[in-house]
């Protein structure tokens, strides 16, 4: 086994490999794309930076572990794409980590990786360098053949637009996997939508919108209502009308969402629309403690 930076003529090769571990429940990873072109530009991005942020394994020419840092650098942040194994689990995990670690020492304050209950190995690995449990959520599928739509008024929705920026700043959380600035770029993709919920010329409320797969699935990633709102029926106005447009305008057979375990005022809300349960998500973090220099003054 030899492990070697990520390049960009391993890319189409890597990004296969991923696509098909991210789909097993006992190796996946969250944040990592679910299309095999959208984690080839995932990882492509990698691949642009001075130091180092993505690692493969190889057995011969076989792809057999992965671990990528996806940076946010002004929150000295990462979030951990892996560690992948396909053999020798521990092994080539440890060994990813040991190449990656020097770029998370030099640039991270904090790292992140989250990943289902069944993935053991990233658990072990997670124990093995001292992660801490921060969240648990578990993830909500609706299919749309048991989708039925209630009469909201979807009226006071609009797309939000970039004279919006900083009303969507101001309702959404500054620990969220993306920042304002992202999700209102990749609101600009195709088949991806944000919508504002707008209160006498305000946007009190809104709700962010990714199709996962053509003709498929879709998730709804994040839905915020301005604390001052909540209990007028914003957030089921905002969530009728997203599934409303991804069953019928987008043609999608199921919509998931994610809703923290303490968080049961909005799991009892997306039960009422038909929403069940299909997987718990445990998402970990590590304080990272940077290593003394050493002296070299006598």
């Given at each position: 086994?030899?492990?070697?930076?990520?390049?960009?003529?391993?890319?189409?090769?890597?990004?296969?490999?991923?696509?098909?571990?991210?789909?097993?429940?006992?190796?996946?990873?969250?944040?990592?794309?679910?299309?095999?072109?959208?984690?080839?530009?995932?990882?492509?991005?990698?691949?642009?930076?001075h130091?180092?942020?993505?690692?493969?394994?190889?057995?011969?020419?076989?792809?057999?572990?992965?671990?990528?840092?996806?940076?946010?650098?002004?929150q000295?942040?990462?979030?951990?794409?892996?560690p992948?194994?396909?053999?020798?689990?521990?092994?080539?995990?440890?060994?990813?980590?040991?190449?990656?670690?020097?770029?998370?020492?030099?640039?991270?304050?904090?790292?992140?990786?989250?990943?289902?209950?069944?993935?053991?190995?990233?658990?072990?690995?997670?124990?093995?360098?001292?992660?801490?449990?921060?969240?648990?959520?578990?993830?909500?599928?609706?299919?749309?053949?048991?989708?039925?739509?209630?009469?909201?008024?979807?009226?006071?929705?609009?797309?939000?637009?970039?004279?919006?920026?900083?009303?969507?700043?101001?309702?959404?959380?500054?620990?969220?996997y993306?920042?304002?600035?992202?999700?209102?770029?990749?609101?600009?993709?195709?088949?991806?939508?944000?919508?504002?919920?707008?209160?006498?010329?305000?946007?009190?409320?809104?709700?962010?919108?990714?199709?996962?797969t053509?003709?498929?699935?879709?998730?709804?990633?994040?839905?915020?209502?301005?604390?001052?709102?909540?209990g007028?029926?914003?957030?089921?106005?905002?969530?009728?009308y997203?599934?409303?447009y991804?069953?019928?305008?987008?043609?999608?057979?199921c919509?998931?969402i994610?809703?923290?375990?303490?968080?049961?005022?909005?799991?009892?809300?997306?039960?009422?629309?038909?929403?069940?349960?299909?997987?718990?998500?445990?998402?970990y973090?590590?304080?990272?403690?940077?290593a003394?220099?050493?002296?070299?003054?006598?």
């Open positions: 086994m030899i492990i070697r930076e990520l390049e960009v003529k391993d890319l189409h090769t890597v990004a296969e490999w991923l696509f098909h571990m991210n789909e097993q429940d006992d190796h996946f990873v969250a944040w990592l794309a679910s299309d095999p072109n959208e984690i080839f530009e995932q990882i492509w991005t990698l691949t642009q930076f130091d180092p942020l993505a690692f493969v394994a190889w057995e011969g020419e076989d792809v057999i572990g992965f671990l990528g840092l996806l940076p946010f650098f002004d000295k942040l990462c979030r951990l794409l892996g992948f194994a396909l053999q020798n689990e521990d092994d080539v995990i440890e060994k990813l980590w040991d190449k990656a670690s020097l770029t998370v020492m030099l640039h991270f304050d904090m790292a992140k990786v989250a990943c289902f209950q069944s993935n053991e190995a990233l658990l072990h690995f997670a124990k093995r360098h001292e992660f801490e449990l921060y969240n648990v959520e578990k993830t909500l599928a609706l299919h749309k053949h048991t989708f039925e739509p209630l009469s909201e008024d979807n009226s006071p929705i609009v797309d939000v637009l970039e004279d919006d920026a900083e009303a969507i700043d101001r309702l959404h959380p500054s620990a969220a993306y920042t304002t600035q992202e999700m209102m770029r990749l609101a600009r993709e195709p088949d991806n939508f944000l919508w504002g919920y707008q209160k006498d010329g305000e946007i009190v409320g809104y709700l962010y919108f990714e199709t996962i053509d003709g498929n699935e879709g998730e709804v990633c994040f839905l915020n209502v301005a604390s001052t709102e909540q007028e029926g914003i957030g089921s106005c905002l969530l009728e997203a599934l409303h991804a069953f019928y305008a987008l043609g999608l057979t919509v998931t994610s809703v923290r375990t303490q968080n049961q005022k909005a799991e009892k809300l997306y039960l009422q629309f038909g929403f069940r349960e299909i997987n718990t998500i445990f998402a973090q590590k304080e990272i403690r940077k003394p220099l050493p002296n070299t003054f006598h």
